[in-house]
T-cell receptor, first 116, second 110 residues
């Protein structure tokens, strides 16, 4: 149980284009999903908290107009990197918190984004 | 400022050895402490600890929390090469966000 999927697992795009990453909880419902970014050999950096049916809460320093988050249902959240630049290249990971388990987060497999 | 500190940062052992990984924390309004294992992809959940002194166990892995001294340990007995990974400790505070340590990179050599 507690499986989270992410799609795509890797993507290469040109500078200036937008990229959408999907995060789905496959066997549970999640009112809250989280989006992280991870640079090589560094720990996870929380970008935003996504609550179903409401606006995402962004961490300090994360541009909400650049990283658009939509949490349309209890099993799906999307992150769109708009007008991507090479410095946006990173490993993006989502996690989902099941209903009734207030602290535990289950992670998707991550999306490797490379912007040329 | 809330912080989670893991030690050691890296560790190299031989198969069959027992290892102990440490996680200390200073977090306002502590709710729980979680351990994750990260190999090449995203972290996989190992344990969540909320109470002191109660050992959580899963196969060769076990963990315990000390809320008085503000730390947790993760033990791995009879290590195998498949245990090689980064082990991450995270603490959940009152705002339900996870505060992450930098991880301990464990390499188990045959």
């Amino acid at each position: 149980g507690a499986v989270v999927s992410q799609h795509p697992s890797w993507v290469i795009c040109k500078s200036g284009t937008s990229v959408k990453i999907e995060c789905r909880s496959l066997d549970f419902q999640a009112t809250t999903m989280f989006w992280y970014r991870q640079f090589p050999k560094q720990s996870l950096m929380l970008m935003a908290t996504s609550n179903e049916g409401s606006k995402a809460t962004y961490e300090q320093g994360v541009e909400k107009d650049k990283f658009l988050i939509n949490h349309a249902s209890l099993t799906l959240s999307t992150l769109t990197v708009t007008s991507a630049h090479p410095e946006d290249s990173s490993f993006y990971i989502c996690s989902a918190r099941p209903l009734g388990t207030p602290d535990t987060q289950y992670f998707g497999p991550g999306t490797r984004l490379t912007v040329l | 400022e809330d912080k989670v500190v893991q030690s050691p940062l890296s560790l190299v052992v031989h198969e069959g050895d027992t290892v102990t990984l440490n996680c200390s924390y200073e977090v306002t309004n502590f709710r729980s402490l979680l351990w994750y294992k990260q190999e090449k992809k995203a972290p996989t959940f190992l344990f969540m600890l909320t109470s002191s002194g109660i050992e959580k166990k899963s196969g060769r892995l076990s963990s315990i929390l000390d809320k008085k001294e503000l730390f947790s340990i993760l033990n791995i007995t009879a290590t195998q090469t498949g245990d090689s990974a980064v082990y991450l400790c995270a603490v959940c505070g009152n705002n339900r966000k996870l505060i992450w340590g930098l991880g301990t990179s464990l390499a188990v050599n045959p």
